[in-house]
């Protein structure tokens, strides 16, 4: 039975999962790398989250300690001490009770102040960048076929992040509405037309159009558990994840769904079909070549 293909590249602009030493569909425009390796995984963390300065600098200040947080907070202390040691002196007496009043809200709105702007700059600089570009493939050659779903030497297989059997899926993860993973793989299945044809998708990587909506839903364990697993190990992960998630989109493709499928085309004899059936007066198996498209008709079934 087929399994599910490995993708163990991605592509920086359009972060679509490829295949082992596999360019982008859209072309040389759009740089692939392998997360695997500590190259290909900087290059990415650095797409995604920015250079290691401006991750430096925002651990820093989620931490409150960058020097110039340490300067803010002593320039803060510094005036609290100062007005409170000038208010004494001037007016001692009954007015120390008032003074030191002000002094106490002068220090809390300070802290209030300074927790805002830490907040304020954390969300600024760990804002995850996601896809720029849609992936576009490329058109020459392709032949388009409708029809019907088929199984052929499988009955489907479990999506790696659990769900019915599907002879395809397609995974989009997205974080703050970020596009930050596109995964769409097949195991193999058969088109065939309403005139008798059959279509051949071997099993591998796939295109699936259109991208449904995302699901309203916070994104589930098993979702996540397959994202990390996919580039991140957990040791390396930490605050900035090559893939980071909060929502995410799924697509299935099932037996006796009707489909339309974009791909270039090899015309075979069909040795299965049966002599004499009607449906096969002029039998032909056509087999898709490098990456399909399959074109969903807005039922996510
Ligand atoms: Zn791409």
Same mark, same amino acid.
């Given at each position: 039975m087929s399994r599910w293909p490995t993708l163990p590249r991605m592509c920086l602009t359009c972060r679509t999962a490829l295949g082992d030493a596999e360019g982008c569909d859209a072309g040389a425009g759009h740089e692939a790398v392998s997360p695997a390796d500590p190259l290909g995984s900087e290059r990415l963390r650095q797409v995604v989250w920015g250079s290691p300065a401006v991750r430096r600098r925002a651990v820093e200040h989620a931490r409150g300690d960058s020097p110039s947080e340490w300067l803010a907070s002593l320039m803060v202390v510094a005036a609290i001490v100062l007005t409170a040691a000038t208010t004494t002196f001037l007016y001692a007496g009954p007015l120390i009770a008032g003074a030191l009043g002000v002094v106490l809200v002068a220090a809390v709105s300070a802290g209030k102040a300074r927790r805002?702007? !830490?907040?304020?700059?954390?969300?600024? #600089?760990?804002?995850? =960048? %996601?896809?720029?570009?849609?992936?576009? &493939?490329? *058109?020459?050659?392709?032949? !388009?076929?409708?029809?019907?779903?088929? #199984?052929?030497?499988? =009955? %489907?297989?479990?999506?790696?992040?659990? &769900?019915? *059997?599907?002879?395809?899926?397609?995974l989009w993860v997205y974080a703050r509405d970020e596009l930050t993973l596109s995964e769409?793989?097949?195991?193999?299945?058969?088109?065939?037309?309403?005139?008798?044809?059959?279509?051949?998708?071997?099993?591998?990587?796939?295109?699936?159009?259109?991208?449904?909506?995302?699901?309203?839903?916070?994104?589930?364990?098993?979702?996540?558990?397959?994202?990390?697993a996919r580039y991140d190990r957990e040791d390396d992960a930490g605050e900035f994840p090559l893939i980071p998630v909060d929502r995410h989109a799924v697509a299935a493709v099932r037996p006796g769904q009707r489909i339309e499928v974009v791909a270039a085309v090899e015309s075979r004899p069909d040795a299965t079909a049966a002599p004499g059936d009607y449906r096969s007066a002029h039998p032909s198996l056509q087999v898709a070549i490098g990456v399909p498209v399959l074109r969903l008709h807005h039922s996510r079934a």
């Amino acid at each position: 039975m087929s399994r599910w293909p490995t993708l163990p590249r991605m592509c920086l602009t359009c972060r679509t999962a490829l295949g082992d030493a596999e360019g982008c569909d859209a072309g040389a425009g759009h740089e692939a790398v392998s997360p695997a390796d500590p190259l290909g995984s900087e290059r990415l963390r650095q797409v995604v989250w920015g250079s290691p300065a401006v991750r430096r600098r925002a651990v820093e200040h989620a931490r409150g300690d960058s020097p110039s947080e340490w300067l803010a907070s002593l320039m803060v202390v510094a005036a609290i001490v100062l007005t409170a040691a000038t208010t004494t002196f001037l007016y001692a007496g009954p007015l120390i009770a008032g003074a030191l009043g002000v002094v106490l809200v002068a220090a809390v709105s300070a802290g209030k102040a300074r927790r805002w702007l !830490r907040a304020g700059a954390k969300q600024r #600089l760990l804002q995850p =960048r %996601g896809a720029v570009d849609g992936q576009a &493939g490329n *058109d020459a050659g392709v032949v !388009r076929v409708v029809g019907e779903v088929e #199984l052929r030497d499988t =009955r %489907g297989r479990t999506p790696p992040f659990g &769900g019915a *059997d599907v002879v395809a899926y397609g995974l989009w993860v997205y974080a703050r509405d970020e596009l930050t993973l596109s995964e769409c793989a097949t195991v193999g299945f058969d088109v065939r037309t309403d005139n008798g044809d059959l279509l051949r998708v071997a099993p591998g990587r796939c295109r699936i159009e259109p991208v449904p909506p995302i699901d309203p839903d916070e994104v589930g364990s098993r979702v996540r558990r397959h994202v990390a697993a996919r580039y991140d190990r957990e040791d390396d992960a930490g605050e900035f994840p090559l893939i980071p998630v909060d929502r995410h989109a799924v697509a299935a493709v099932r037996p006796g769904q009707r489909i339309e499928v974009v791909a270039a085309v090899e015309s075979r004899p069909d040795a299965t079909a049966a002599p004499g059936d009607y449906r096969s007066a002029h039998p032909s198996l056509q087999v898709a070549i490098g990456v399909p498209v399959l074109r969903l008709h807005h039922s996510r079934a």
